[in-house]
């Protein structure tokens, strides 16, 4: 029972009622103080104190009040005893609750094997289940519950390592127990590599997690070997298998050596074919990250500047023009200090050609897929009058001369006939005239 309680909650749980009053009419001093706790404490736990520390101090303070005896006159209440177990059987009889018998015990030691022990494996908490059940039942738990728990957890490895030893049949069965056996040294060696993780990432540890992917589909485990057992069951028979070195396997029985194996390599099966799918996208990346660090480092080449190329160029130009019969290679090469020097000086105008080359080209796709989706005559409004048909581009077709026009000329006869227009109110003439110019 936890010792810290708030006094609303102490006055909730630990007041006594009328039925209450009626045991204790007949009891003083410690009696009537133990009786009074000893009733509160079975009402809210299910059973009998074991030791006098369980009570809470602030409990104890309260019902020493509401009784009229001091709370020091406590600890001269016995629980042991013949009037403790007499206070006891009056309990019981006031509450409905009845001893637990030898039947008893083997039923509730059935249910946990059954249906506790399979989804739940700390014991405190099969201590807490077991509780609850008696208190459903109205059983007084039973004094030997440490033993009823351990030999339901008994009962339920060995319905555990049946069951599996069923689906598995002999052959399969006889595979997983070869792996274990004194100087299987590739049986061996599989244990050890499944009991460790892949390491970077990397084209060698992809090969390893296959092989060991391969290695453990030899075995042959059956689909649904675990299938109706819990998750938290099946992790912790592979926790206690990893921690387990192959002597210490040979140590055990043969069904409970199986099912260790079966739910090592049944884990792992899953858990590196996820892993093979984080290594091959890890690896992808990887690759990906190379290729653009590779292309980066090459444009950063040829986008370095050469120093005094102006002067190369210059020095080249006047050798073209004061020797135009010369050996092309004699003449240039001497002003341009070199092949290498000369290709150095290339480098920055071919990246610029080609930036230059995809500007362009992105902008002409920009235009054409604007004009596709651009309608072709609008209406025109009502003051302007009709509007003249234009060319499958749409201008007029009778654009004229534009060398004779000029530029502004040229801009009013090549506008198309969508740009004709009423212009919104307050609006400049050269906002209009950049619009017919376009962007």
């Known amino acids: ?17 009328d039925s209450d009053w009626d045991l204790v009419a007949n009891k003083t001093g410690p009696t009537r103080l133990g009786f009074s706790l000893t009733l509160k404490f079975f009402e809210l736990e299910g059973r009998f104190p074991e030791f006098v520390e369980e009570f809470p101090p602030a409990a104890v303070d309260y019902v020493a009040g509401l009784v009229k005896v001091p709370a020091a006159e406590f600890a001269k209440y016995a629980l042991t005893g013949r009037t403790a177990e007499y206070h006891r059987k009056q309990i019981r009889e006031a509450l409905g609750f ?29 201590r807490e289940a077991l509780l609850v059940q008696c208190r459903a039942d109205r059983i007084e738990p039973p ?7 351990s030999a339901a957890q008994t009962r339920a490895e060995k319905t555990f390592c049946t069951r599996a030893a069923e689906r598995l049949g ?4 006889s595979r997983l127990l070869t792996l274990a056996a004194e100087g299987n040294e590739d049986g061996t060696a599989l244990l050890a590599s499944l009991k460790r993780d892949p390491g970077a990432v990397g084209l060698d540890s992809l090969l390893t997690e296959i092989a060991k992917l391969t290695a453990v589909r030899t ?18 028979w592979r ?12 140590d055990t029985g043969e069904d409970v050596r199986a099912a260790l194996l079966a739910a090592l390599c049944s884990s792992r099966l899953a858990e590196i074919t996820d892993a093979l799918v984080e290594l091959l996208v890890a690896l992808v990346h990887k690759i990906n990250a190379r290729a653009e660090r590779r292309v980066e480092k090459q444009l950063t080449a040829e986008l370095k500047r050469v120093r005094g190329k102006e002067g190369i160029l210059f020095r080249l130009a006047e050798a073209a023009v004061g020797k135009p019969d010369e050996i092309v290679r004699r003449a240039l090469s001497a002003q341009g200090g070199g092949h290498m020097p000369l290709g150095r000086a290339r480098s920055p105008g071919r990246a610029e050609e080609r930036r230059l080359r995809h500007r362009f080209h992105r902008r002409i796709r920009l235009g054409r897929r604007v004009r596709a989706h651009r309608p072709r005559h609008p209406p025109a409004p009502p003051s302007l009058g009709p509007v003249r048909a234009g060319d499958e581009h749409g201008y007029p077709r009778d654009r004229g001369d534009w060398r004779a026009r000029g530029d502004r000329g040229r801009a009013a006869a090549c506008a198309p006939v969508l740009h004709h227009r009423r ?3 307050g609006r400049s003439d050269q906002a209009g005239e950049r619009d017919l110019r376009g962007p």
């Open 98 to 126: 009845r001893p637990a018998t030898r039947a008893d015990e083997e039923r509730l030691m059935a249910w946990l094997a059954v249906e506790v022990c399979p989804v739940e494996l700390v014991e405190a908490r099969l």
């Open 143 to 149: 004094g030997r519950v440490d033993r009823i728990i």
């Open 1 to 17: 029972m936890r010792q810290e309680w708030a006094s609303e909650d102490v006055v909730a749980c630990w007041t006594l009622v």
């Open 170 to 173: 002999d052959a399969g069965t």
């Open 423 to 425: 212009q919104p109110a």
């Open 219 to 236: 075995l042959g485990l059956p689909e649904g070997l675990f299938a109706g057992c819990s998750e938290k069951l099946v992790a912790a």
């Open 239 to 250: 926790a206690r298998a990893i921690k387990m070195y192959p002597s210490d396997l040979r």
